[in-house]
Antibody
Framework: QVQLVQSGPEVKKPGASVRVSCKASGYTLTNYGISWVRQAPGQGLEWLGWINAHNGDINYAQKLQGRITMTTDTSTTTAYMELRSLRSDDTAVYYC??????????????WGQGTLVTVSS | DIQMTQSPSSLSASVGDRVTITCRASQSISSYLNWYQQRPGKAPKLLIYAASSLQSGVPSRFSGSGSGTDFTLTISSLQPEDFATYYCQQSYSTPWYTFGQGTKLEIK
């Protein structure tokens, strides 16, 4: 079945970088996009960006421009999200999700299990 | 940016109740609206896409309606496992997606 499995929890100091991985299985990575979403403790969902694994097109949320990089490795069917210059308000659970499409409609399904990133001195 | 506003922010209901959650977009988004359910400690799960299409495997007590700026998610008869937080998401401005702030559905 279609599945996204993410890397384990991370604890980082302010100013450091973190890279979260998202391994896709059960479908062809290059046929669909991958989006990243985060959720701060007790808060709602925040879209971070989207990568087209086929042609490498990328779009990032404006507030993270310059600090975030999304990539894919088609040989290992894995997507990555790197966030740099970490701050305490980057503490959140980070999710990857497959972007499914029908006609011009698209949605996120399935989601990875989430990766907790804690930024603390 | 398209803003999505859900109401109410929280809701108390009983098993067997009919519940409706509303999502309003800051501009017309046609039918480019999805609904997700998130249980505590779990990843969000897709319920409805394209405003009214039920995702495979989702119980038929869930339904979605609306177009333009106003949308609703209805649960016809609440079950214990439905107590969760629900989010709407617009995909009109793909890939610049935005979510509503969430509606927490609690047991009365």
């Amino acid at each position: 079945q279609v599945q996204l499995v993410q890397s384990g929890p991370e604890v980082k100091k302010p100013g450091a970088s973190v890279r979260v991985s998202c391994k896709a299985s059960g479908y062809t990575l290059t046929n669909y996009g991958i989006s990243w979403v985060r959720q701060a403790p007790g808060q709602g969902l925040e879209w971070l960006g989207w990568i087209n694994a086929h042609n490498g097109d990328i779009n990032y949320a404006q507030k993270l421009q310059g600090r975030i990089t999304m990539t894919t490795d088609t040989s290992t069917t894995t997507a990555y999200m790197e966030l740099r210059s970490l701050r305490s308000d980057d503490t959140a659970v980070y999710y990857c999700a497959k972007v499914s499409e029908w006609l011009a409609y698209n949605w996120f399904d399935p989601w990875g299990q989430g990766t907790l990133v804690t930024v603390s001195s | 940016d398209i803003q999505m506003t859900q109401s109410p922010s929280s809701l108390s209901a009983s098993v067997g109740d009919r519940v409706t959650i509303t999502c309003r977009a800051s501009q017309s988004i046609s039918s480019y609206l999805n609904w997700y359910q998130q249980r505590p400690g779990k990843a969000p799960k897709l319920l409805i896409y394209a405003a009214s299409s039920l995702q495979s495997g989702v119980p038929s007590r869930f339904s979605g309606s609306g177009s333009g700026t106003d949308f609703t998610l209805t649960i016809s008869s609440l079950q214990p496992e439905d107590f969760a937080t629900y989010y709407c998401q617009q995909s009109y401005s793909t890939p610049w997606y935005t979510f509503g702030q969430g509606t927490k559905l609690e047991i009365k």
